[in-house]
T-cell receptor, first 115, second 113 residues
Framework: NAGVTQTPKFQVLKTGQSMTLQCAQD?????MSWYRQDPGMGLRLIHY???????DQGEVPNGYNVSRSTTEDFPLRLLSAAPSQTSVYFC??????????????FGNGTRLTVT | DAKTTQPTSMDCAEGRAANLPCNHS???????VYWYRQIHSQGPQYIIH???NNETNEMASLIITEDRKSSTLILPHATLRDTAVYYC??????????????FGKGTLLTVNP
C-alpha cells in the first residue's frame, strides 16, 4: 500500500512549456485534489474531483487543467507554464462516501520551478 | 466549509505540553474539526479529528468547546520533532461545495530545547 504517489519530485520548466504532474493513489479513494503551496502561504486548492469523470475548480484554478478518467489517477496539466506557477504542488485523496469523515492523505509533493 | 482562525506562531519548551488553539465560530452542526501538521516541506500529515466530544490518539488530544466554536490541539510532551506548521480545518462528510477543503496559513509551532 503506497498511499498517494506524486511524480516527478522536482521539475524545471521554461516559460511556455507544458507538462503534467502525476498523482496516483491505491486506496480506492473517491475524492482527490491538488493544492499549491507558496512561501509564507498556506495550501491553496487548485482543482478537486469527487469521482471518476467528475472534476471541479478550487480557489486558484487558472492555468491548470485536470481530468479523472480512473479512480486511481488525477493528473494536473500546465498547458503553458508561467513563472507565477513556480510552487510546491501537493496531491491529496480521501474516502468520501455519504457521511464518511476519512482524513486527507497527502503525497510528498512536486517542486516546480518555471524560469 | 467554515473558516478557521489560528495564531501565526507559538513556542513551546521541549517536554512541556503544547496547546494550539483554533477558532471556528461559524462551524455548522455537521462539520468535523480536523488537525494536520506539515513538517518542513513534507506533505501535510493527519493528526486527529472530532465532532463534539474530546478525542485522544497516540499523537495528540483534541478538546472541543461545548458550543463547538473553538478547539485546542494538545501535544502532551512536545519534542523537537514536533516543530511544524499545524493546520486546523473544518469540513462536513459529503455534499455540494463542502468538497472544497481549504487550508489557512496554520500555526508555526517551534519546540525549543
Amino acid at each position: 500500500n503506497a498511499g498517494v504517489t506524486q511524480t516527478p519530485k522536482f521539475q524545471v520548466l521554461k516559460t511556455g512549456q507544458s507538462m503534467t504532474l502525476q498523482c496516483a493513489q491505491d486506496m480506492n479513494h473517491e475524492y482527490m485534489s491538488w493544492y499549491r503551496q507558496d512561501p509564507g502561504m498556506g495550501l491553496r486548492l487548485i482543482h478537486y474531483s469527487v469521482g471518476a469523470g467528475i472534476t471541479d475548480q478550487g480557489e486558484v484554478p487558472n492555468g491548470y487543467n485536470v481530468s479523472r478518467s480512473t479512480t486511481e489517477d488525477f493528473p494536473l496539466r500546465l498547458l503553458s507554464a508561467a513563472p507565477s506557477q513556480t510552487s510546491v504542488y501537493f496531491c491529496a485523496s480521501s474516502s468520501w462516501t455519504g457521511g464518511n469523515n476519512s482524513p486527507l492523505h497527502f503525497g510528498n509533493g512536486t517542486r516546480l520551478t518555471v524560469t | 466549509d467554515a473558516k478557521t482562525t489560528q495564531p501565526t506562531s507559538m513556542d513551546c519548551a521541549e517536554g512541556r505540553a503544547a496547546n494550539l488553539p483554533c477558532n471556528h465560530s461559524t462551524i455548522s452542526g455537521n462539520e468535523y474539526v480536523y488537525w494536520y501538521r506539515q513538517i518542513h516541506s513534507q506533505g501535510p500529515q493527519y493528526i486527529i479529528h472530532g465532532l463534539k466530544n474530546n478525542e485522544t490518539n497516540e499523537m495528540a488530544s483534541l478538546i472541543i468547546t461545548e458550543d463547538r466554536k473553538s478547539s485546542t490541539l494538545i501535544l502532551p510532551h512536545a519534542t523537537l520533532r514536533d516543530t511544524a506548521v499545524y493546520y486546523c480545518i473544518v469540513r462536513v462528510g459529503s455534499g455540494g461545495s463542502n468538497y472544497k477543503l481549504t487550508f489557512g496559513k496554520g500555526t508555526l509551532l517551534t519546540v525549543n530545547p
